[in-house]
């Protein structure tokens, strides 16, 4: 078992190199910290006149509550950033390793199919995640320093709930949808073609309560009887539990079909 982790570790360290030295997960990496950023300077830039409307970020109401929202609001054009992005830079990454000749040096060793597949989405997310934990505190210091308080749980929340999983979601599905193509253009070409089931992932997903909280944070936001913030509406167990199970589902089956593609170019060679 030790074994089999260490050589796991060594191929995630490895793809994680790569695509560092192919810039797509640098691109993606800093995406994730700055645009976060960027919004949280929009909304000092028009703090004066948002405070001073009739929007839900208005002076009329609690200040944690509004606050609250705006920084969740600043997670809602990173989202939408990165579902257009990751897929078509990730989808590259396994037809790239056959153009770079490293799928070559890695049917060379004793690695399986599955090794291989594991590994590479490993890789990326790695990547990811790093970016995301860098965000969360970055930004989260950032804004509350140039803006003000906000509530720290529902900020680790929803990244953890919204942002995360859209990351990891959208990398792992495109890197196996197009693990059985052996150029960069039909990968990208499978990309599209799955949008229509992207799409349809992103919509079950927990963006939207997002959306909703960010938006009009005194209907979406729950308190509890002493005032206090607790949660977003429509997060609860109940809720989550399908929309995680549906991304499973989707990673599974889309791991299956690069496994048996895989085997099966293999078994031609």
Same mark, same amino acid.
């Given at each position: 078992? /030790?074994?089999?982790l260490? &050589?796991?570790? =060594?191929? @995630?360290y490895?793809?994680? /190199? *790569?695509?560092?030295?192919?810039?797509?997960?640098?691109?993606?990496?800093?995406?994730? $910290?700055?645009?976060?950023?960027m919004?949280?300077?929009?909304?000092? @830039?028009?703090?004066?006149?948002?405070?001073?409307? #009739? +929007?839900?970020?208005?002076?009329?109401?609690?200040?944690?509550?509004r606050?609250?929202?705006?920084?969740?609001?600043?997670?809602?054009?990173?989202? %939408?950033? $990165?579902?257009?992005?990751?897929?078509?830079?990730?989808?590259?990454?396994?037809?790239?390793?056959?153009?770079? &000749? %490293?799928?070559?040096?890695?049917?060379?060793?004793?690695?399986?199919?599955?090794?291989?597949?594991?590994?590479r989405?490993?890789? $990326?997310?790695?990547?990811?995640?790093?970016?995301?934990?860098?965000?969360?505190? $970055?930004? =989260?210091? *950032?804004? &509350?320093?140039?803006?003000?308080?906000?509530?720290?749980?529902?900020?680790?929340?929803?990244?953890?709930? %919204?942002?995360?999983?859209?990351?990891?979601?959208?990398? =792992?599905?495109?890197?196996?949808?197009?693990?059985?193509?052996?150029?960069? &253009?039909?990968?990208?070409?499978?990309?599209?073609?799955?949008?229509? !089931?992207?799409?349809?992932?992103?919509? *079950?997903?927990?963006?939207? #309560?997002?959306?909703?909280?960010?938006?009009?944070? +005194?209907?979406? /936001?729950?308190?509890?009887? +002493?005032?206090?913030?607790?949660?977003?509406?429509?997060?609860?167990?109940?809720?989550?539990?399908?929309?995680?199970?549906?991304?499973?589902?989707?990673?599974?089956?889309?791991?299956?079909?690069?496994?048996?593609?895989?085997?099966?170019?293999?078994?031609? !060679?």
């Open positions: 078992m /030790l074994t089999y260490t &050589r796991l570790a =060594g191929i @995630t490895y793809g994680y /190199l *790569i695509h560092w030295r192919r810039g797509s997960l640098r691109l993606l990496m800093s995406m994730i $910290v700055l645009v976060p950023f919004i949280t300077l929009i909304i000092l @830039t028009m703090l004066p006149e948002i405070e001073a409307g #009739q +929007s839900y970020w208005s002076l009329a109401y609690d200040a944690e509550t606050l609250t929202g705006m920084a969740l609001f600043t997670l809602i054009p990173l989202a %939408v950033v $990165v579902f257009l992005l990751i897929p078509f830079l990730t989808a590259e990454t396994i037809p790239m390793d056959r153009q770079y &000749r %490293v799928r070559e040096y890695s049917d060379a060793l004793p690695i399986s199919s599955t090794d291989y597949l594991v590994g989405v490993l890789s $990326v997310w790695v990547g990811l995640l790093i970016a995301i934990l860098l965000s969360i505190l $970055v930004n =989260g210091l *950032i804004f &509350r320093a140039l803006i003000g308080a906000f509530h720290l749980g529902l900020w680790l929340f929803a990244w953890i709930i %919204v942002i995360a999983p859209l990351c990891l979601l959208l990398s =792992g599905l495109s890197i196996l949808l197009s693990a059985g193509h052996h150029t960069r &253009r039909k990968a990208l070409f499978n990309a599209i073609i799955a949008i229509p !089931a992207l799409v349809y992932l992103y919509a *079950i997903s927990p963006f939207m #309560q997002l959306l909703y909280a960010a938006s009009a944070p +005194s209907d979406f /936001l729950l308190h509890d009887p +002493s005032g206090n913030l607790i949660g977003m509406r429509g997060l609860g167990v109940n809720e989550l539990l399908p929309m995680i199970g549906a991304m499973l589902v989707a990673l599974t089956i889309a791991g299956l079909c690069a496994w048996t593609w895989l085997h099966w170019q293999e078994s031609r !060679a």
